[in-house]
Structure formats: structure tokens, C-alpha cells
């Protein structure tokens, strides 16, 4: 699913393999290091992509799906313990994705499928305890500090 190397400690650059979903591949690779609170950047190129935005007023998800080729012009996010089951990490991802006529669509990532490289930057930040909590007034996990 993915290669990777330490950079530095904590700090690990990952290609991601072609073909895979990005955030199944992410998983993977926190779950294998153990990591369960950092950040995640990158850039890359997908075929498929569907993005989540929360209506606050109904506090439901609406989600999009794209299948067409597009350039991840930015993928940032951060890494954090998934409310109920700790030993999961819970990615909370955004992307913004170039097509072919050069607009941009983005939102919150839901999948994506790479169609040619998506390279990141995943660090762990060590030692540190992000949990999450639902909060029912808002309709969102947040940070429980």
C-alpha cells in the first residue's frame, strides 16, 4: 500500500502505492506506527474522490463523490484517537483537488483513489494523547481536552 522512510524522529515521508484508497493506506500506516496523534500533509494525483460537508443545521452529512482525474493541489490534516475505540486512528483529512479546466473543488475527505503518486508527510507526535469526544450540540468529534 505504501513505502516509506524516518526522516526524522517521528517524521516520516510516505509514497503512497497506485491504485490505493488514500486514507485505507493512511490507516495502515498509523496503525503500524503506532501513531494516534500527529499531522498529515501532501499532494498527489487521484481518479476518484468524495468529500463530506456537514449542514450545521441538520447536523448530516452530505457527501459528493467525483470520478474524474484531479491533482491534490493540498491534502492537510491531523491524527487522533477515534472516539470509543482508541487503538484506531481517527483521520480528520481536507483536500483540495485541481481538475482538468484548473478549478478547484474541496471539503472533507471521505476516499480517494490515486491515479499516479500521492506523496505525504505524516508526523507523529510522540507520546501525546489526542482523544476525541461527539459533541450532540454541534453534530462534531472534538478534541477532548
Same mark, same amino acid.
Given at each position: 500500500? /505504501? ?8 517524521? !516520516?515521508?510516505?509514497?503512497?502505492? *497506485? ?9 495502515? &500506516? ?20 468524495? &468529500? ?5 443545521? $441538520? ?12 491533482? %491534490? $493541489? *493540498?491534502? %492537510? ?12 486512528? !481517527? ?11 484548473? $478549478? ?9 483513489r490515486i491515479n499516479g503518486a ?7 507526535y510522540r507520546d501525546?494523547?489526542?482523544?476525541? !469526544? ?6 462534531? *468529534?472534538? /478534541?477532548?481536552?
Open positions: 500500500m /505504501y513505502k516509506y522512510k524516518e526522516v526524522s524522529d517521528g517524521k !516520516y515521508v510516505l509514497s503512497l502505492d *497506485n491504485h490505493v484508497e488514500v486514507c485505507e493506506a493512511l490507516s495502515a &500506516f498509523c496503525k503500524e506506527k503506532d501513531i494516534y496523534a500527529g499531522a498529515v500533509y501532501g499532494l498527489g494525483a487521484i481518479c476518484e474522490a468524495t &468529500f463530506r460537508f456537514l449542514d450545521p443545521a $441538520t447536523k448530516q452529512y452530505v457527501d459528493k463523490t467525483f470520478s474524474e482525474q484531479m491533482e %491534490i $493541489t *493540498n491534502l %492537510i490534516g491531523n491524527i487522533s484517537q477515534k472516539p470509543g475505540d482508541p487503538l484506531t486512528p !481517527y483521520l480528520h483529512i481536507h483536500i483540495t483537488a485541481s481538475r482538468r479546466d484548473y $478549478t478547484c473543488i474541496g471539503g472533507h475527505l471521505l476516499s480517494a500521492c506523496e505525504l508527510v505524516v508526523e507523529d501525546v494523547v489526542l482523544e476525541r !469526544y461527539f459533541d450532540t450540540q454541534i453534530g462534531l *468529534n472534538l /478534541y477532548k481536552f
